[in-house]
């Protein structure tokens, strides 16, 4: 079967930097993608990775490798605001888009 | 990035009646677009994919008579949720494709069924 698999939930201090891991199995892939999702609100895309390596967008960095069926959205300088789900979701082979569960990301003052 | 617009945003109807959910793609024309629940404190369930002209395909355990998908045209899908109940009730999400690399959701409507 198909799965991916990340944190429940994770805590972190303002200002810090945290990172989410995911890692997936799926019948071929055709890219990683990680979105934000606020309690109440649709997600919203953060980055997509195709290839090896690290993705950089301000504060957000996503790293992808394709070997070894992994994936991490790195978070810099947290606010307060980032208190927010995560979700880790991948294309496979069918390009359809597999979700995981949504890492719950809680930022302490 | 595109715009994906969902109408209404929050819908409260009574018992046994039916739903409709507008989902449209406003600056690109979609190729695929997909529908999700989503429960409390839990991540997105994929009920169906619609594509433009063609009949969509339902998800396991989804019941096509009673969630009726209509793809129109590229911009725009609906979703009717016909004779709801109370445990319809549940926040549903669309998205859009551009390509097969980009996804767009839309804002969300949160059903209430009393």
């Known amino acids: 079967g198909q799965n991916i698999d990340q944190p429940t939930e994770m805590t972190a201090t303002e200002g810090a930097i945290v990172q989410i891991n995911c890692t997936y199995q799926?019948?071929?892939?055709?890219?990683l993608f990680w979105y934000q999702q606020h309690a109440g609100e649709a997600p919203t895309f953060l980055s997509y990775?195709?290839l090896d390596g690290l993705e950089e967008k301000g504060r957000f960095s996503s790293f992808l490798s394709r070997s070894k069926g992994y994936s991490y959205l790195l978070l810099k300088e947290l606010q307060m605001k980032d208190s927010a789900s995560y979700l880790c979701?991948?294309?496979?082979?069918?390009?359809?888009?597999?979700w995981g569960a949504g890492t719950k990301l809680i930022i302490k003052p | 990035g595109a715009v994906v617009s969902q109408h209404p945003s929050w819908v409260i109807c009574k018992s046994g009646t039916s739903v409709k959910i507008e989902c449209r793609s406003l600056?690109?024309?979609?190729?695929?677009m997909f529908w999700y629940r989503q429960f409390p404190k839990q991540s997105l369930m994929l009920m169906a994919t619609?594509?433009?002209?063609?009949?969509?395909?339902?998800e396991q355990g989804v019941e096509k008579d009673k969630f009726l998908i209509n793809h129109a045209s590229l911009t725009l899908s609906t979703l009717t949720v016909t004779s709801a109940h109370p445990e319809d009730s549940s926040f549903y999400i669309c998205?859009?494709?551009?390509?097969?690399?980009?996804?767009?959701f839309g804002q969300g409507t949160r059903l209430t069924v009393v």
């Open positions: 998205s859009a494709e551009r390509g097969t690399t980009e996804a767009f």
């Open positions: 600056d690109f024309q979609a190729t695929t």
């Open positions: 619609s594509n433009e002209g063609s009949k969509a395909t339902y």
């Open positions: 799926t019948s071929g892939f055709n890219g």
């Open positions: 990775n195709v």
């Open positions: 979701a991948v294309k496979d082979g069918n390009y359809q888009l597999i």
